[in-house]
Structure formats: structure tokens, C-alpha cells
């Protein structure tokens, strides 16, 4: 993983200094460039670029830390927390409250520390331009797949400059965690292809090392903040395939030169590949009463799904969100609370629609009192307010559910693309399939795969995607 702060869901969570990783650029002295790779990353650097089907342009440093070292790295220190610091903490919590995605005790500086400080084995510094490893013992086999994902950072920043295009974008896009996903996604592709060509021992060690890692955090860690920490590591693979489907390795380094805006396009890569862009929205209105907080800043399409899901049935939040266009969303002070109010609009009149049945829903489940719609113009704008506290967050299963729907609905898509479908055929079918209630039956709420179904149901879902695949082909011709 890159060290830079995560900005997915940006109005939610990015808190600078606060919730960001700890190391800072140039901590270290520089260090020369290496003629040649430290012998013990050598293959690994050779495997990489072969997988990625890029060269290096030269071997970067490698830097072995002690645990206590690493650690230090990757967390932040909460005495160094200013005053501004702590506020927009505070605000940030208060405004996950009010959408509904966080449990009234949880301390979330402490909580995103814990998940930075548990899931890290390695990262690449594009300033420093040095890769970190956590300890200095012999490479096991999960060190190595990672050292596998972060050398493709180090050939993503020698051909694209990242630090530049991030730059860029946190200028033209700063609220959108889109090319975040296609960075850590584009590793993470050739992490998953590295860990394929290991042997038998090796990939157990690995998946071994991810479960407990996962089973480590959870206990100390709330899915939702789980959930966002990974959203451009688990949705940014299917945005590559999907590239690679359509346009081979070229493409995916074309959408380096023209990163993703928006993350509908982590939502549904085929809106990355029809290179889909957000509508422009003007921010919501503060009333008379209320006192906004800061700047306006974009919700998305995906903090849209993760909202509804976390109250609704899956299929259900997917189906409104598919079919965002755009929003705008404040902070606001209402009656002494801390309140937020987002401006959504549909592509379509039927998508506006679709979204505010989906949100009075969701408002239903919430608190009584806590959140409202109002129809305006070409949308629907919500405000809701934090219920304090007392409140319960949304629950694992919930969660579990929305993951489970959006990694196989994204499958799905990148498998019609991959046997040469247009992408709104593509699209027709992966949506058709997901919003089905057998295959939410089976798969989301039996949260399992196609291979562990019986056979009987395994012959039940091939006779329904065998229907939608009809059906989507003749409602596009």
C-alpha cells in the first residue's frame, strides 16, 4: 500500500494528519539508488514486472524495520493531534453517526490506528522512493505477495509519476477515492496473479496469514471502518479486469494517464471503461437555524451504496445506486447537533425516483426523527443528525451482505466482459443477476460462493443467469 491518507468516502473519514498513515516523506535519510535489487527482492521485482508487463527503470532501496519501528510508520500519534485535529475527528465521527454507519462508543482515531498498525506488511514511499518492510527475519510467503503488490507501485511511479497524478487529482477530484482504488487495484491484480503461481504450502501460508490478520482486527476494529480502509483494495481488482477485458494491459496504463473521476466507476467498472462522469451539483442549502461546516464535498456513488446497504436489503441500495449522477453533500450545526445534508440526482427521472424510495427506506430504519428526504428540483436532498451516542451501528451481517453483492455482481460483469459482451450488455446482466432473489438467496445470504452450492442449486442459479443473459440480450439487441 501506498502511505498516503485513504480518501475514499473523503467527507466521511479523510482527516488529514488524524486518520491518515503516520509516516511522513523523508522521515528517513535519502538513499542512494541500488545498482541492483537486494538479493532477497530480486525475484520477487522480476516476477512483478513480468505479471504487470512493465520494466523497471531501476531498483529502488529496500528498508528492513523492527516491529516497533514499522509500527510507528504506519500509525499516528494521538499526542501529536492538534486542536483542529481533534474537531474534525469529532465532526467525523458525529457525521458517520448521522448516516448511520458507526456505533455511538467507538473512539475512530483509535480504531482506524488499530487497522493501519494490525494490516500492513510493507509499503512503498513514491516520495522517498523506498520500499518499507515490517521486520527484519527471513521473507515469508505472505511478506512476499505483498512485496509483490507495493514493487507495483514502485513500476506504476517510475512509468506514471505518482505523485504527480495524485496531485492532480486531489485537485480536480478531491473527494473521489477513484484512482486510489486503481492504483492499490492494479497491485493488487498482480498480487492475486503472484500468489496464483506460488505452491501449495505458500498460498495456505498466505491465506492463513489474511484470516487471522482479518480475525485480529475485528474484534477491535467496526466493519464499517474495515469496510472503507478496503474498499479500493477489494473493488479496485474488478475496475483492472475489467480494463483488461476490454482494452488488455494498454488500457489499464491509458487510465493511468487518464485516471477514473468518480467512484461510481469503483462501484460498476463498465462506467470506467465507458468512461462515465459525474454531473456537477450544487450544494444543498442551509436553512435558517443551522450553521454549516466547512466545505461542500462530494458523497458518491458508492458511499451511497454503503449507506443504504448498511439499513436495507443489498439489492435494493445497489439498484438506487446504480443509478447516481451525481450529489453534493454539507455538514451542518442544527439544534446543537452535528448534521449532514446531501443534494442526489438520478441519471434519469425513474433513477431520482429509485434513490429517494431507497433513502426514505433507509430513514425508516434509522432513529425516529433521525433523517429526512425533501424532492428539489431534479433531485432529492437528505438531512439527517447525529442520534447520539446510544446508537447501534450497522450490523456484520449487514455489511458482510453489501460486500458479498458488489465483489460477485462486479464478477459477473468482468466475466460477460471477458467473453467479449459490450459492456451494457455486461452491465444488464451483472445488475439482472445480482437483484434476483435467488441469487441473493444463495449467494449474499448464504454468503458462499458458486463451487460450495450442491449441485441442485448450482443448476438453479446456471438456469437463471442462462434466462437474464437471454432476456439482456434482447432488451439490447
Known sequence: ??????RFLAPLIAVTVALGVGNVPGAFAAAATPKEWDARIAPIAKAAQRIRGLKFEHPVPVRFLTETAFRKQVTSDRNKLTKKDKREIKTVTETLRAFGLLPGNVDLFDAVNT?????????????DHEVVVRGKGPIDAPTRATLAHELTHVLQDQHFDLPKIEREDAKEHPDSGALKALIEGDANWVEDKYVGEMNGADRKAYIDSITASGSASSGHVPGIVQFILGAPYELGPSMIAALRATGGRAAVDNAFRA???????????????????????????????????????EFGALGLYIMLASRIPAADAFAAAEGWAGDRQIALHKQAKTCARVAFEGRTPADTTRI????????????????????????????????????????????????????????????????????RLATCFANGLATEPLFTELIVQGNTGFSQLDPASQGRLRDLATAVATRCRSATG
Do not use: F
Open 1 to 6: 500500500m501506498s502511505h498516503r491518507s485513504v
Open 115 to 127: 487497522a493501519k498498525g494490525e494490516g500492513v506488511l510493507a509499503y512503498y514511499s513514491p516520495e
Open 259 to 297: 485516471p477514473p473521476t468518480n467512484e461510481a466507476q469503483m462501484l460498476d467498472p463498465a462506467k470506467l471503461v465507458l468512461n462515465t462522469t459525474a454531473r456537477t451539483v450544487a450544494a444543498p442549502k442551509v436553512n435558517a437555524g443551522e450553521r454549516r461546516i466547512g466545505r461542500s464535498e
Open 356 to 423: 429517494r424510495t431507497a433513502l426514505d427506506a433507509w430513514a425508516a430504519a434509522m432513529p425516529a426523527g433521525t433523517a429526512s428526504t425533501r424532492s428539489r428540483g431534479d433531485g432529492v436532498d437528505l438531512t439527517s443528525c447525529d442520534p447520539g451516542t446510544g446508537v447501534s451501528g450497522p450490523s456484520e451481517e449487514k455489511l458482510t451482505q453489501a460486500q458479498i453483492l458488489l465483489s460477485e455482481r462486479n464478477g459477473s460483469l468482468v466475466e460477460a466482459l471477458q467473453q467479449k459482451a459490450t459492456p
